[in-house]
């Protein structure tokens, strides 16, 4: 079964600051990657995904992730982190073909960017 | 363009009470999924349904049923709440394989129970 981890709980940085969550994933076939983002008291909204091609993928709001496949990794970067950046995010893999495509996710990274 | 829409947006049972937690989507989605959102675990899935007319469990289905009345509705019943069913449920549709490309889960906007 594909399982997902999350690195770090809880994030805490300055405005301007760079940005690198870590996400590991354990399933030996193809998967399909994504990060979602959760504002507060607000629901999932993807932020970026990543199917094929090129392993570096850019979302909205200047996010990116890079996907490197000996490490099993899909860590999400942002250069520099605005105080609206300020959420939970959550990595998330499903396993590519089969009958379904359901998502399992990490426990999540909760952002706080101080202004 | 309403996407995913869940109702209620929040409720409060009383333990042994029975509640059932709406959601449909306008995407023409063959799957459709339920999930829980709990401090510090993330989001666990309950129950999916991969196609209409079919249901499968998952991560923590213990508690929950769920009917997949159309191909547009998937709701998850709770028949007699417990406080440990506190949580936040979050619905989420997506397209399957025979749709075509897979893209993403699209998620409602949840509904906050609480069981007392």
Known sequence: ???????????????????????????????????????????????LKYFSGDPLVKGIKGFEAEFIKSKFSFNLRKPSVQWSDTAEYFCAVNAHGGSNYKLTFGKGTLLTVNP | NAGVTQTPKFQV???????????????????????RQDPGMGLRLIYYSASEGTTDKGEVPNGYNVSRLNKREFSLRLESAAPSQTSVYFCASSNSPGQGLYTEAFFGQGTRLTVV
């Open chain 2, 13 to 35: 049972l009383k333990t042994g009470q029975s509640m059932t937690l709406q959601c449909a989507q306008d995407m023409n989605h063959n799957s459709m999924y339920w999930y």
């Open chain 1, 1 to 47: 079964a594909q399982s997902v981890s999350q690195h770090n709980h809880h994030v805490i940085l300055s405005e301007a600051a760079s940005l690198e969550l870590g996400c590991n994933y354990s399933y030996g076939g193809t998967v399909n990657l994504f990060w979602y983002v959760q504002y507060p008291g607000q629901h999932l909204q993807l932020l």
